[in-house]
């Protein structure tokens, strides 16, 4: 069974950059895709997520060109660089671990705990 334990959220003003970490244990062989979902008002959002391998698999619109996912396998650490964040992409961001393309909440299958990003000036 995964467990992911994010770090790294924290306050920023609009226009800074933030990058959050999330610890995958148990992850060694397993064919779920990673990936990080932001808490809207109805879901949580899909942001980005990728393959076992380290492909991307998905990336928000709203979010390329600004933000970054990768996964350092040795130390079983996913990743999601932020730069010039918004006002509105405040909140609580969750790690997540699910069938690929893990874009939506239907494929996730294991959720972290959560970490909250607040962007405001």
């Known amino acids: 069974r995964l467990q992911l334990a994010e770090s790294g959220g924290g306050s920023v003003q609009p226009g800074g950059s933030l990058r959050l970490s999330c610890t995958v244990s148990q992850y060694t062989g397993s064919s779920y895709c990673l990936g990080w979902f932001r808490q809207a008002p109805k879901e949580r959002e899909a942001i980005a997520a990728l393959?076992?391998?380290?492909?991307?698999?998905y990336v928000a619109n709203s979010v390329q060109g600004r933000f970054t996912i990768s996964h350092d396998y040795a130390q079983n650490t996913l990743y999601l660089q932020m730069n010039s964040l918004k006002a509105e992409e405040g909140g609580m961001y969750y790690c997540?671990?699910?069938?690929?393309?893990?874009?939506?909440?239907?494929?996730?299958?294991?959720w972290g705990q959560g970490t909250q990003v607040t962007v405001s000036s």
């Open positions: 997540a671990a699910g069938r690929c393309p893990l874009s939506s909440m239907p494929l996730v299958e294991y």
């Open positions: 393959f076992p391998g380290g492909r991307a698999t």
